[in-house]
């Protein structure tokens, strides 16, 4: 089963900031990776996909980058909307698996 | 509007059964691969299985296997999780998706909660 491990696991951070997570495969799954975005409570909302395709009506200012086994995911300039947690999932091979997440807290 | 809700959650004991139905409105359901993904309380994310649009290939996790069936029914619009053996650890928000892109899941339901307990 290919592994998928994010850091950090939790993140503090101011409005306006810019946050970066990580996602690490434990082997190489081309591009065929997505970022999730999950609120308290509420079902996951995909952000990117395939590395770094943008999905329909996610602000601009979230991008993806990242190929084999490293990739990013960046916040430019944070909201007070975007304190959620994130994660990553790849779509290489079966199983499917997702990173453990990363916890965005407002500082 | 595309849409997915979710139903047929709740308690049950271990080893009992349980049902969950997934109803999809506002998109052509028989286009499009069909997933199953849960999240116990406090943890993370976990893929359980899914199914093409015919119906006829299934994938799922090495854990569910033998123990879980996944359907659909497109003249429904209707996806289907069929849940045997239960047990404490399948306890969990159950959230039906449609996959996009490959297995990537643009549209989610708001979950179904199961909770296996004695």
């Known amino acids: 089963d290919i592994q998928l491990t994010q850091s950090p696991s939790f993140l503090s951070a101011s409005v306006g900031d810019r946050a970066t997570i990580t996602c690490r495969a434990s082997q190489g799954i081309s591009n065929y990776l997505a970022w999730y975005q999950q609120k308290p409570g509420k079902a996951p909302k995909l952000l990117i996909y395939t590395a770094s395709t943008l999905q329909s009506g996610v602000p601009p200012r979230f991008s993806g980058s990242g190929s084999g086994t490293e990739f990013t995911l960046t916040i430019s300039s944070l909201q007070p909307e975007d304190f959620a947690t994130y994660y990553c999932?790849?779509?290489?091979?079966?199983?499917?698996?997702f990173g453990q997440g990363t916890r965005l807290e407002i500082k | 509007e595309v849409q997915l809700v979710e139903s047929g959650g709740g308690l049950v004991q271990p080893g009992g059964s349980l049902r969950l139905s997934c109803a999809a409105s506002?998109?052509?359901?028989?286009?499009?691969?069909m997933s199953w993904v849960r999240q116990a309380p406090g943890k993370g994310l976990e893929w359980v299985a899914s199914?093409?649009?015919?119906?006829?290939?299934?994938k799922y996790v090495d854990f569910v296997r033998g123990r879980f069936t996944i359907s659909r029914d497109n003249a429904k619009s209707s996806l289907y999780l069929q849940m045997d053996s239960l047990r404490v650890e399948d306890t969990a928000v159950y959230y039906c998706a449609r996959a996009t892109v490959g297995t990537t899941w643009d549209i989610w339901g708001q979950g179904t909660m199961v909770t296996v307990s004695s």
């Open positions: 506002g998109f052509t359901f028989s286009s499009n691969w």
């Open positions: 199914i093409q649009p015919d119906g006829n290939e299934k």
């Open positions: 999932q790849h779509r290489h091979s079966y199983p499917i698996t």
